[in-house]
């Protein structure tokens, strides 16, 4: 069930990095959330508060994200970029970002951590294409946990 998930986040990952708006999948993707288990929360924020989100560009490659609902965005080598997510208090008000390369061929692998004023952090980097913990899309539920698969 977790790959078919996957292979699902996968399809809309590969939508945004051709440059489609993502606004057409949002109804779509809202009906097929996902709740990893509590043994995979990566990091914890505050769901009560905005969330600073600050991505970091650790590769040599020019990232695309975006929020699942939201028009893809581009992020150069070594660059960083900053956007503002609110999560819900109701089960269900998540935030999933998604964050590829635009030929959605290079493996990454995130570290994440949350430093003061709620902000997360996502070193981006790049890992081998063998390495079964390649990430692609980080997901925030309405208690504020924070997963990246």
Same mark, same amino acid.
Request: proline share 6%; no cysteine.
């Given at each position: 069930?977790?790959?078919?998930?996957?292979?699902?986040? #996968?399809?809309?990952?590969?939508?945004?990095?051709?440059?489609?708006?993502?606004?057409?999948?949002?109804?779509?993707?809202?009906?097929?959330?996902?709740?990893?288990? %509590?043994?995979?929360?990566?990091?914890?924020? %505050?769901?009560?508060?905005?969330?600073?989100?600050?991505?970091?560009?650790?590769?040599?490659?020019?990232?695309?994200?975006?929020? #699942?609902?939201?028009?893809?965005?581009?992020? #150069?080598?070594?660059?960083?970029?900053?956007?503002?997510?609110?999560?819900?208090?109701?089960?269900?008000?998540?935030?999933?970002?998604?964050?590829?390369?635009? %030929? *959605?061929? *290079?493996?990454?692998? *995130?570290?994440?951590?949350?430093?003061?004023?709620?902000?997360?952090?996502?070193?981006?980097?790049?890992?081998? #294409?063998?390495?079964?913990?390649?990430?692609?899309?980080? *997901?925030?539920?309405?208690?504020?946990?924070?997963?990246?698969?």
């Amino acid at each position: 069930m977790f790959k078919s998930r996957i292979l699902t986040f #996968a399809t809309l990952v590969t939508a945004l990095s051709l440059g489609l708006s993502s606004s057409s999948f949002a109804e779509w993707f809202s009906d097929y959330t996902v709740s990893p288990s %509590d043994s995979q929360v990566e990091a914890t924020v %505050d769901p009560h508060q905005f969330i600073t989100v600050r991505l970091h560009n650790k590769t040599n490659q020019t990232l695309v994200y975006a929020l #699942a609902n939201d028009n893809s965005q581009r992020l #150069a080598p070594g660059k960083t970029g900053e956007f503002l997510v609110r999560v819900g208090r109701q089960p269900g008000e998540t935030s999933t970002i998604l964050i590829n390369t635009p %030929d *959605y061929t *290079y493996p990454l692998i *995130y570290n994440l951590r949350v430093i003061p004023k709620n902000t997360l952090t996502v070193e981006i980097t790049p890992t081998s #294409a063998s390495n079964p913990a390649q990430e692609r899309t980080i *997901y925030i539920d309405e208690q504020g946990r924070v997963y990246s698969f």
